[in-house]
């Protein structure tokens, strides 16, 4: 089965400096990866997904950016960060090929806590 | 988007009862999915229902499908401490769409 590795857990950057997010899937090939944020005591947003390298879709214009250097590693970027950024971002993983008239269970990873200040 | 939207927003039970919580959707599906969170945790898959199913159990989960109404229910039976966390349904046909959530708390 999958496991996916999100780091660091948590991080406090100031407003105005540049993030990475990383996030890394062992245990399978070819995954389709996500990057969702969840607000505080809100539900999740999908921000990113990726069917292959190279391949980003981006769901709601923000600061922020994602790439897919490498089959099973997806990293979520921002040059200068906003107080808006704060929030628990997820990584999350399923099979390929998935999307489409059945999805399949996502997989996620244990999110990294943002706070920016 | 096809947002699921959870019901009640916050439930707290005594260990033992069961736990219903609801979700409503607004368009057709293909699936429903139930997750569970952990405070501070990554999501959980619990559960996945097709259109075509009305009713699927797993362990204490029951979860229904009502395509008419355009609704599901998760219930969880004889409830534990351990199943204290934030339940979300999930639909979407080529991407998940989260609703905000149920938060359960289970007394001992």
């Known amino acids: 089965s999958q496991t996916i590795h999100q780091w660091p857990a948590t991080l406090v950057q100031p407003v105005g400096s540049p993030l990475s997010l990383e996030c890394t899937v062992e245990?399978?090939?070819?995954?389709?990866l996500y990057w969702y944020r969840q607000a505080a005591g809100r539900g999740l947003q999908l921000l990113f997904y990726?069917?292959?390298?190279?391949?980003i879709s981006s769901e709601v214009p923000q600061n922020l950016s994602a790439s897919r250097p490498q089959d099973r590693q997806f990293i979520l970027s921002s040059k200068k960060l906003l107080l808006s950024d704060s929030g628990f971002y997820l990584c999350?993983?399923?099979?390929?090929?998935?999307?489409?008239?059945?999805?399949?269970?996502?997989?996620f990873g244990n999110g990294t806590r943002l706070t920016v200040t | 988007s096809q947002q699921g939207e959870e019901d009640p927003q916050a439930l707290s039970i005594q260990e033992g009862e069961n736990a219903t919580m609801n979700c409503s959707y607004k368009?057709?599906?293909?699936?429903l999915q139930w997750y569970r969170q952990n405070s501070g945790r990554g999501l959980v898959h619990l559960i996945l229902i097709r259109s075509n199913e009305r009713e699927k159990h797993s362990g204490r989960l029951r979860v229904t499908l009502d395509t008419s109404k355009k609704s599901s229910s998760l219930l969880i039976t004889a409830s534990r401490a351990a199943d204290t966390a934030s339940y979300f349904c999930a639909t979407g046909h080529s991407t998940l769409t989260f609703g905000k959530g149920t938060m359960l708390l289970v007394s001992p």
């Open positions: 990726s069917v292959g390298i190279g391949q």
């Open positions: 999350a993983c399923e099979p390929r090929g998935a999307r489409g008239f059945y999805n399949s269970p996502l997989h």
């Open positions: 245990g399978t090939s070819n995954p389709n």
């Open positions: 368009t057709s599906i293909n699936n």
